[in-house]
Nanobody, 119 residues
Framework: VQLQASGGGLVQAGGSLTLSCTAS????????MAWYRQTPGKQRELVAA???????DYAESAKGRFAITRDNAKKSVYLRMDSLKPEDTAVYYC??????????????WGQGTQVTVSS
């Protein structure tokens, strides 16, 4: 199973970006998916999460500015980021809880995509 993330880049403060992540491989079902981010010297932190049923959860720093959505048919998750701030600069990682059969679920991480917000 692979999680392929894309959409990062350089943007000015106040701008927007949309990250995408698609799961592929031996997949029975994709359960919760999420976006995390990490900056040098800090722990990886949750940005936003979404269940297979569409229930969402956001970090306080993301509320009101970011929106996580998913397309179950495409096994994809998206993160729309608006009103970006320099402190949003980080490597963003896609995360997925993926079942290979009815009984087994594993956690997977994407390769990370860099988001840089200039002031």
């Amino acid at each position: 199973v692979q999680l392929q993330a894309s959409g990062g880049g350089l943007v000015q403060a106040g701008g927007s970006l949309t990250l995408s992540c698609t799961a592929s491989g031996d997949i029975f079902r994709v359960n919760s998916m999420a976006w995390y981010r990490q900056t040098p010297g800090k722990q990886r932190e949750l940005v936003a999460a979404i269940t297979s049923g569409g229930v969402t959860d956001y970090a306080e720093s993301a509320k009101g500015r970011f929106a996580i959505t998913r397309d179950n048919a495409k096994k994809s998750v998206y993160l729309r980021m608006d009103s970006l701030k320099p402190e949003d600069t980080a490597v963003y990682y896609c995360y997925g809880e993926i079942m290979h059969s009815k009984n087994y679920q594993y956690e997977y991480w994407g390769q990370g995509t860099q988001v840089t917000v200039s002031s």
